[in-house]
């Protein structure tokens, strides 16, 4: 993510949540690892409400099992 928009800035990378000033504009990049519905809304949730201020993103294809495979059978929970 870009904060000031500008490409030639190294990037912060890692975040989940983004703050980005009244008037400004934001330039992200982004490696989707699973296929999946991202929304993004602004956490004013009137203004996302009252005037769609939502976007998604619908991964549909790269479905990697390295990320999420089951290691181990489910079993009995011991303490």
Known sequence: MWSEGSSGDKPTTDLETWFIPCGNAVAMLYDFKQPSLHGYLSHNLMEA?????VA???VTEGWNDGLMVQVQAAGAIRG
């Open 56 to 58: 998604h993103a619908n």
């Open 49 to 53: 409400i009252m005037v769609r201020a």
